[in-house]
């Protein structure tokens, strides 16, 4: 079970990495039209999230592991399950379910990428905004 205080709380609940309250995404990640978008600021405890312009640029790293891990899960599911199964169509499967769950893992390696900086703190909606 999730509990506040963890770094898996809030990156499973896409919350503020500081005090596990507030959105870090203005939408859910398949509203395309939003996506990746970030509030300014904490609404709880008023956390810059834009640390600096090309800040999440690093998020790409996460986002290619998080890939990666998809494309051998699912490789490795079929090699197991179903050796018989065509590498042509194991193929396809993948580059599909890699194309349904990008936005997801988007927002996944975004929320991912500021927790490695920033940490819970239960006091967080006391103190001043860290900018």
């Known amino acids: 079970m999730l509990k506040k205080g963890s770094k898996i709380y809030s990156i499973v609940k896409m919350k ?6 507030g959105d870090f995404f203005i939408s859910k990640p398949y ?14 405890c008023d956390l810059k999230y834009e640390k600096e312009i090309v800040f999440y640029y690093g998020s790409m790293y ?24 065509s590498t042509g169509f194991q193929i396809g499967i993948i580059l599909l379910a890699s194309l349904l769950l990008t ?5 996944i ?15 967080a909606k006391n103190k001043k ?3």
């Open 62 to 85: 996460v986002s290619y592991a998080l890939q990666v891990a998809v494309f051998v899960s699912f490789w490795t599911s079929f090699n197991l399950f179903s050796p018989t199964i």
């Open 109 to 123: 390696s975004k929320i991912t990428w500021i927790n490695l900086f920033i940490s819970f703190d239960q006091n």
């Open 31 to 44: 509203d395309l039209k939003n996506a990746g978008k970030l509030h300014e600021f904490c609404t709880f």
């Open 129 to 131: 905004p860290i900018n």
């Open 16 to 21: 503020c990495p500081q005090c596990h309250e």
């Open 103 to 107: 936005p997801y893992l988007y927002a």
